[in-house]
């Protein structure tokens, strides 16, 4: 008797804590059912306020006139731009304090090969950053003044290739031939124009440019942007284009010096490219040629 009474104890202890651990686990399931039922609606709320702020966006974009939609795309870029110049100014004129006490250091030989500069002269020449003025007149060629679709999705400012699958990036909606031109991804239109400077200095492609941009303290746009040639497909068409850029727009004016663009006749051709503002293709025209060297070598080992 004694026996059937414990034993019956035990059960109903056993049923209660069977009851009890069922309960629970109702409980966190439909607590966690009510989580994400209220997290679902949430992002649903954040999404559709994120559509409604885009539309706006676009809607207020599309009403703008072209000289406010330059406007906007300047109060965009310039800051970002400020910054990376003075940072790169700044390193600048750290290494070459470095290079004139203690020329043999370390760190010197592992930027030498960071920017492929075969001595000191040449890495000064990689870090000395060019005007401002070329950087803003590039960007506004490339992203057509933060229309393209480039630039909205991926902060790509100069239409810089991708050629890691690795690394964030998006395709090109269009082909070339049968290949898929990919775009780099940058989280910043900071880091962007970080990467754009540390392309012009590495770049086998723009030596001549390096050089000419120091060999004078603050170096005339005008005359840099010839030795830019190599940026573009386009060639010499491309460099008279940036000139007419940066002369329109007055875009010296973020310069540390102040330059006139040589005396010369403006064709109707550029001018009218200049105030149309066409929207640049989903297909990039112009080609990174620090990557130029890459296909080259690709190109061989293929053959």
């Given amino acids: 008797m004694k026996n059937q009474e414990t034993h019956s104890k ?16 109702i409980f966190f399931v439909t607590s966690e059912q009510f989580a994400l039922k209220e997290k679902l609606e949430r992002e649903a709320i954040i999404k559709e306020e994120a559509l409604k702020e885009e539309a706006y966006k676009k809607e207020l974009i599309e009403s703008m006139s072209v000289s406010e939609k330059k406007a906007n795309f300047l109060k965009m870029i310039v800051p970002p731009l400020d910054e990376v110049y003075e940072e790169e100014l700044n390193y600048f004129n750290d290494i070459k304090v470095l290079v004139k006490e203690n020329p043999d250091n370390a760190i010197l030989e592992g930027l030498r090969q960071e920017y492929n500069a075969k001595d000191n002269l040449e890495l000064l020449m990689a870090l000395k950053p060019h005007p401002k003025s070329i950087t803003i007149a590039q960007a506004a060629m490339e992203s057509a003044w933060g229309e393209s679709r480039f630039f909205k999705e991926a902060n790509n400012l100069f239409g810089v290739w991708s050629y890691n699958k690795n690394e964030p990036r998006i395709a090109a909606s269009s082909l070339r031939g049968e290949k898929t031109i990919w775009l780099k991804k940058y989280p910043t239109i900071k880091e962007a124009i970080k990467d754009y400077y540390k392309m012009l200095s590495r770049s086998w492609a723009f030596k001549e440019f390096r050089e000419l941009n120091f060999e004078k303290k603050n170096q005339n746009p005008y005359l840099l942007v010839k030795k830019l040639q190599k940026y573009s497909e386009k060639r010499e068409v491309y460099t008279k284009e940036l000139s007419s850029m940066i002369n329109y727009n007055k875009f010296t004016k973020f310069d540390e010096v102040y330059y006139e663009r040589p005396k010369q006749q403006e064709s109707k051709k550029e001018l009218l490219l200049l105030e149309n503002d066409a929207m640049q293709e989903d297909v990039p025209k112009l080609k990174p040629t620090d990557m130029l060297d890459i296909e080259e070598i690709t190109k061989k080992e293929n053959n």
């Fill in 10 to 25: 035990r059960f109903s202890l056993s049923s209660f804590v069977v009851a009890f651990v069922v309960l629970l686990l």
